[in-house]
């Protein structure tokens, strides 16, 4: 179906979800706001149920299984584990309708220019599939992602992410505008500390931590929350890794997949 689905993961986000759900209300084209609330505790249901009651083409839906975070524990997390981000993120891209999906973070504002730029579109099934990048910015700095992508696109793990991934020829732009991203490097989420899910006894857990701890007795300990897209010292904590991704591909532990 022609138009675009906006795609929100939700997890404790009462602090900024309210202003990024209603920096959509500008638009004017066919679209969708898709609400996935994961394991949540605070306001951020009340705040979604809020907007949907004043009209706002949200739809809410729930993911109840702890995740692994970016960074060493998705690369030890099998991409099929129902605990794998990267399945997380194919799971709710996959209640979208709309032929676009955009990737659209819990902390983003959209500007004026973003609003403009997607009202100046039609957004049918272009001939290639494509994604288009744009730019987040924040105190902390500037990150560039395909934060927009047609159909044909799906998820996949690298290292310590999840990444847009296709089968068949893709091209690339650069859009107009931006995203403000109202997060901050110095206010790290509270995820962030809390306890791993494969600390407890299930099969699956027990392999999932000796890969961890494997991982770390070759690559060092990883700071916390520095897989962070703007953490400056991300793509240096992945390293490594990337220098050692054959000897840990011996030992099961599979940066691709």
Not at 56 to 70: A, G, H
Not at 130 to 135: A, L, P, R, S, V
Not at 169 to 188: C, P, Q, R, W, Y
Request: proline residues 3%.
């Amino acid at each position: 179906m022609d138009g675009v689905s906006f795609v929100v993961r939700v997890r404790n986000e009462e602090e900024t979800l309210e202003a990024n759900l209603r920096s959509l209300k500008g638009l004017t084209i066919p679209h969708e706001i898709i609400v996935v609330l994961h394991l949540c505790t605070d306001r951020s249901r009340e705040i979604a149920e809020t907007l949907q009651a004043e009209g706002f083409p949200i739809q809410i839906f729930e993911y109840t299984v702890k995740l692994s975070r970016c960074g060493y524990e998705t690369m030890v997390t099998d991409a099929t584990s129902v605990h794998s981000t990267v399945y997380y993120c194919n799971w709710c891209m996959s209640h979208a309708k709309f032929i676009w999906k955009v990737k659209w973070d819990a902390d983003y504002v959209a500007s004026d220019e973003f609003i403009n730029y997607f009202n100046s579109k039609v957004w049918a099934n272009p001939e290639i599939s494509t994604q288009i990048w744009f730019d987040s910015k924040s105190e902390d700095g500037t990150n560039s992602e395909p934060f927009l992508f047609s159909q044909g696109f799906y998820y996949s793990k690298y290292f310590f992410w999840e990444m847009l991934d296709i089968d068949h020829e893709f091209i690339k732009l650069t859009a107009d505008g931006h995203v403000n991203t109202l997060s901050k490097l110095s206010n790290m989420k509270s995820f962030w500390k809390e306890p791993k899910w494969f600390l407890d006894d299930s099969e699956e857990a027990n392999i999932v931590r000796e890969r961890y701890e494997t991982l770390t007795k070759i690559c060092g300990e990883e700071p916390l929350g520095q897989a962070r897209a703007l953490d400056p010292n991300n793509w240096i904590s992945m390293g490594p890794a990337r220098n050692k991704e054959s000897l840990l591909e011996t030992l099961g532990i599979f940066a691709r997949k």
